[in-house]
């Protein structure tokens, strides 16, 4: 974008390529660089719901040169929000993207979903770089791979998690909802007949995660397991055919929340809600709900919040 060679109007008939030179989105200014990733009209409130001030960004008089570098001394400010300081790219990059879908074709993208995809890419993002971390940090009393992390401030993180016995043994599944202070909120544990195979049985825990959180009234929420193969498939709406009736459910109640997000952490730092799906097995009754913590988690739950 600062070196001018994005395909915008602008760069393109600057190279003797004859093209609109209009916005195809508000079809009133020159579709420069600036104009249709801060400036245009249909794009400043991208960036108001993303959360970021539009004086300068939305600002058609200041240079990119300018908004550039006020994202960047953004994404080095160590006192802002994780999310926050990776957020700005994402967002950048999927207007590109819905520009290109409009261009291209002829599909536009709502406002409030490109934020929503923006703020899934940077999840998902920060995710792959603490999965990093915990790879160059295996040595150590202990390492990240070890701990529960919590979500950004105005999330809520809803582990689940299924113990999962084959045949028609019961099996038992479970979620724990924690804020970003990790203060558990509420969790849940169940028996169920066991599923075919360990992938049906953590989509069962998955949907029951989805609609106890949605049930509860929480609207921003980090789903997380421990079974990446899950994970991938959610993320990529994977059409398994074993899995579809699973995943179609999935996908149905991921409209009822404001904003979602599905990511992978390892069994180490799942042992909450892995400790809750094998209690389920061995509890008296067919399943149990809490609005606090239960006495025999207390421990975990305390581990997890000291890091």
Same mark, same amino acid.
């Given at each position: 974008m ?43 409130? *991208?960036?108001? +719901? ?5 004086s ?5 008089? +200041?240079? *990119? ?5 006020y ?8 006192k ?7 957020l700005?790219f ?12 409009? *261009? ?17 890419? @940077? $999840?998902?993002?920060?995710?792959c ?34 113990? %999962? ?18 203060f558990?909120?509420h ?7 066991? #599923? ?22 929480? #609207? ?6 421990d079974?990446?193969?899950? @994970? ?12 579809? %009736? =699973?995943?179609?459910t ?15 952490? %390892?069994?180490?730092?799942?042992? &909450?809600?892995d ?5 389920? $097995?061995?509890?008296?009754?067919? =399943?149990?709900?809490?609005?606090? &913590? ?6 975990? *739950? ?6």
């Amino acid at each position: 974008m600062a070196s001018k060679a994005i395909g915008v109007a602008e760069n393109l008939r600057r190279r003797n390529i004859n093209i609109n030179p209009y916005c195809s989105s508000c079809c009133l200014g020159l579709e420069t660089s600036d104009h249709i990733l801060f400036s245009c009209p249909n794009i400043i409130p *991208v960036w108001r +719901s993303a959360g970021f001030p539009t004086s300068l960004l939305g600002d058609p008089t +200041s240079s *990119v040169e300018d908004k550039l570098r006020y994202l960047i001394r953004l994404h080095h400010d160590t006192k802002a929000e994780p999310i926050k300081r990776f957020l700005p790219f994402w967002v950048l990059w999927r207007l590109w993207k819905s520009r290109n879908d409009l *261009v291209f074709n002829k599909k536009t993208t709502r406002q409030e979903d490109l934020v929503k995809l923006a703020i899934n890419d @940077t $999840i998902e993002w920060m995710t792959c770089l603490n999965l990093t971390e915990e790879y160059r940090n295996t040595t150590g009393a202990q390492s990240r791979r070890d701990t529960w992390t919590k979500p950004p401030p105005g999330w809520i993180k809803c582990n689940y998690d299924a113990s %999962h016995i084959e045949g028609n043994n019961i099996s038992g599944l479970s979620w724990i909802i924690r804020d970003s202070n990790g203060f558990l909120l509420h969790c849940g544990m169940g028996k169920f007949q066991g #599923r075919t195979t360990i992938e049906e049985s953590e989509c069962t825990a998955l949907i029951w995660a989805i609609q106890s959180t949605r049930g509860l009234g929480y #609207r921003k929420v980090i789903f997380e397991g421990d079974n990446i193969n899950i @994970t991938q498939q959610v993320n990529n709406r994977s059409s398994k055919l074993r899995l579809k %009736h =699973y995943l179609d459910t999935i996908e149905g109640w991921k409209a009822d929340f404001e904003t979602v997000a599905f990511s992978f952490r %390892h069994r180490e730092q799942n042992h &909450c809600a892995d400790k809750l799906a094998k209690q389920a $097995i061995v509890s008296l009754n067919d =399943y149990d709900l809490y609005h606090s &913590c239960p006495f025999f988690l207390q421990q975990f *739950v305390n581990n997890d919040t000291m890091f």
